[in-house]
């Protein structure tokens, strides 16, 4: 393609995404400028010195930059074709924005905080329009070549599993594969040489890496590192991908030591603290909510108002779990008639369920029939993020690798709750949970909620 002539992908990537750099670091400045010109108009005491205000505006904008280095918004493999980088920059926005009001509240700044809101929101808001605008122009730079090209280095029995991996986390992308036998036996230089000359011939941009094909850290680094020019992404399929966060180096350097993770240590009386102030703030907001959806129950199905049954929480021990009722009353009962195991299937029978009232319906679309689960959160049940309540009779899928999952609290929202809810798979549903709980931090939690606001407003696998 024409793009191509000009140099490797590797490079191409390189170039865009300098080009990024320099888009978003303009509109960080050109929106901050905005929010204050605004704000002037509307209080023209408002700048007080000029020099304070261009102290203010670069240290807000150096904040942003950091924000959005630190979500790797500029990566090179944000600029693969296909590739949709405005998570990076929602990742960025929570982040500035925690740093800056704590600033702020650490040091007592006398500064307008509506200022400092409307500067977050619009810069938030400029960056992602100058994003998608990029994206779109990008997306007809590669409109000749819209797919990427994979190098997978694997055995030929293990190449149709090893693609998988890849193809099963990349909806809607189109993918062309080349696969190289791994080194084995193989002198590694000349095993290295052959590797390079298929990428430069193929104008590969992408390697992945099949499990246990590649065993030295040398031909790890060789292919990170000696490809760099031409390859913008480097993959490794992995079984220790769920805890890779708790590994920390030994005083042997051929040693790794597994860490307890965060949320089993110190880090469960900062999620206690996060869930009892949170979860009492929404269960006082949302009483008017609750009010009504017990009456619109009760008025239109035979029954009460709540659900109460028994769930598998903390540590495999039942609690009680209330929702609003959404089914007629004895349709619990149907569950596995109508639903049947967990497969992946599942998500296609819940669409038709018949056990569900209009009214339930609607709660369910807009998940105010979890609700009532604030008040587990507030005594401490329950949590407000967290793996996804079991149902005692899906115990027996939850196989001894999932075992992890219960080490924690279960949530009112999670992983499952924001990716697709009941579209997603029970594999899929017990992978997030387990990443969850090895990789939970407080960030995570605030990005999670978020995401869930997301959720609701799409509707995405909520029936």
């Given at each position: 393609m024409?793009e191509?002539?000009?140099?490797s992908?590797?490079?191409?990537?390189?170039?865009y995404?300098?080009?990024?750099?320099?888009?978003?670091?303009?509109?960080?400045?050109?929106?901050?400028s905005?929010?204050?010109?605004?704000?002037?108009?509307?209080?023209?005491?408002f700048?007080?010195?000029?020099?304070?205000?261009?102290?203010?505006?670069?240290?807000?904008?150096?904040?942003?930059?950091?924000?959005?280095?630190?979500?790797?918004?500029?990566?090179?493999?944000?600029?693969?074709?296909?590739?949709?980088?405005?998570?990076?920059?929602?990742?960025?926005?929570?982040?500035v924005?925690?740093?800056?009001?704590?600033?702020?509240?650490?040091?007592?700044?006398?500064?307008?905080r509506?200022?400092?809101?409307?500067?977050?929101?619009?810069?938030?808001i400029?960056?992602?329009v100058?994003?998608?605008?990029?994206?779109?122009?990008?997306s007809?730079?590669?409109?000749?070549?819209?797919?990427?090209?994979?190098?997978?280095?694997?055995?030929?029995?293990?190449?149709?599993?090893?693609?998988k991996?890849?193809?099963?986390i990349?909806?809607?992308?189109?993918?062309e594969?080349?696969?190289?036998?791994?080194p084995?036996?193989?002198?590694?230089?000349?095993?290295?040489?052959?590797?390079?000359?298929?990428?430069?011939?193929?104008?590969?941009?992408?390697?992945?890496?099949?499990?246990?094909?590649?065993?030295?850290?040398?031909?790890?680094?060789?292919?990170?590192?000696?490809?760099?020019?031409?390859?913008?992404?480097?993959?490794?399929?992995?079984?220790?991908?769920?805890?890779?966060?708790?590994?920390?180096?030994?005083?042997?350097?051929?040693?790794?030591?597994?860490?307890?993770?965060?949320?089993?240590?110190?880090?469960?009386?900062?999620?206690?603290?996060?869930?009892?102030?949170?979860?009492?703030?929404?269960?006082l907001?949302?009483?008017?909510?609750?009010?009504?959806?017990?009456?619109?129950?009760?008025?239109?199905?035979?029954?009460p108002?709540?659900?109460?049954?028994?769930?598998?929480?903390?540590?495999?021990?039942?609690?009680?779990?209330?929702?609003?009722?959404?089914?007629?009353?004895?349709?619990?009962?149907?569950?596995?008639?109508?639903?049947?195991?967990?497969?992946?299937?599942?998500?296609?029978?819940?669409?038709?369920?018949?056990?569900?009232?209009?009214?339930?319906?609607?709660?369910?679309?807009?998940?105010?029939?979890?609700?009532?689960?604030?008040?587990?959160?507030?005594?401490?049940?329950?949590?407000?993020?967290?793996?996804?309540?079991?149902?005692?009779q899906?115990?027996?899928?939850?196989?001894?690798?999932?075992?992890?999952?219960?080490?924690?609290?279960?949530?009112?929202?999670?992983?499952?709750?924001?990716?697709?809810?009941?579209?997603?798979?029970?594999?899929?549903?017990?992978?997030?949970?387990?990443?969850?709980?090895?990789?939970?931090?407080?960030?995570?939690?605030?990005?999670?909620?978020?995401?869930?606001?997301?959720?609701?407003?799409?509707?995405?696998?909520?029936l």
């Amino acid at each position: 393609m024409k793009e191509q002539s000009s140099g490797s992908f590797g490079a191409l990537t390189s170039r865009y995404s300098g080009i990024a750099f320099r888009l978003d670091v303009s509109v960080i400045v050109i929106s901050a400028s905005l929010a204050t010109f605004l704000r002037s108009k509307f209080d023209s005491s408002f700048i007080d010195s000029p020099i304070n205000l261009a102290l203010r505006l670069t240290g807000y904008s150096v904040i942003w930059i950091g924000g959005l280095y630190l979500s790797s918004s500029w990566a090179r493999s944000n600029f693969l074709p296909g590739i949709d980088s405005l998570s990076s920059i929602a990742s960025a926005a929570w982040r500035v924005a925690l740093i800056i009001f704590a600033i702020l509240y650490l040091i007592k700044m006398p500064i307008s905080r509506i200022w400092v809101g409307t500067m977050l929101i619009t810069t938030a808001i400029f960056l992602i329009v100058s994003r998608l605008l990029y994206q779109e122009f990008l997306s007809k730079r590669f409109s000749r070549s819209s797919s990427r090209r994979v190098l997978v280095v694997c055995s030929r029995a293990d190449f149709t599993q090893t693609k998988k991996e890849l193809e099963d986390i990349s909806e809607g992308q189109i993918f062309e594969f080349f696969r190289i036998s791994p080194p084995n036996k193989r002198s590694s230089r000349d095993w290295m040489v052959e590797t390079k000359d298929i990428i430069k011939k193929n104008n590969l941009d992408t390697i992945l890496i099949g499990f246990g094909a590649i065993t030295e850290t040398s031909q790890f680094l060789g292919l990170s590192d000696d490809t760099r020019d031409f390859v913008v992404e480097v993959l490794m399929v992995s079984r220790i991908s769920p805890i890779i966060n708790r590994l920390d180096q030994s005083k042997s350097v051929g040693l790794l030591k597994i860490r307890e993770p965060r949320i089993l240590d110190s880090g469960r009386f900062i999620k206690r603290s996060f869930d009892l102030t949170l979860g009492s703030i929404f269960l006082l907001i949302s009483l008017p909510i609750l009010l009504m959806a017990a009456v619109g129950v009760k008025l239109t199905s035979k029954g009460p108002a709540l659900y109460l049954d028994s769930r598998v929480g903390l540590e495999g021990r039942s609690f009680l779990f209330p929702k609003f009722r959404t089914m007629y009353v004895g349709s619990s009962d149907l569950r596995l008639e109508v639903l049947g195991r967990p497969d992946a299937q599942m998500s296609d029978r819940y669409k038709k369920d018949p056990r569900i009232t209009p009214v339930g319906r609607f709660l369910r679309r807009w998940s105010i029939d979890e609700l009532p689960q604030l008040w587990c959160v507030v005594i401490g049940t329950m949590s407000l993020v967290g793996p996804r309540p079991i149902l005692h009779q899906e115990l027996p899928q939850v196989l001894g690798s999932h075992q992890s999952r219960f080490i924690a609290k279960p949530g009112l929202t999670g992983l499952w709750q924001t990716s697709g809810r009941k579209l997603t798979s029970w594999e899929e549903r017990m992978s997030g949970d387990i990443a969850y709980v090895q990789d939970w931090s407080l960030a995570t939690d605030f990005a999670l909620i978020f995401r869930t606001i997301g959720a609701l407003l799409s509707g995405k696998g909520s029936l």
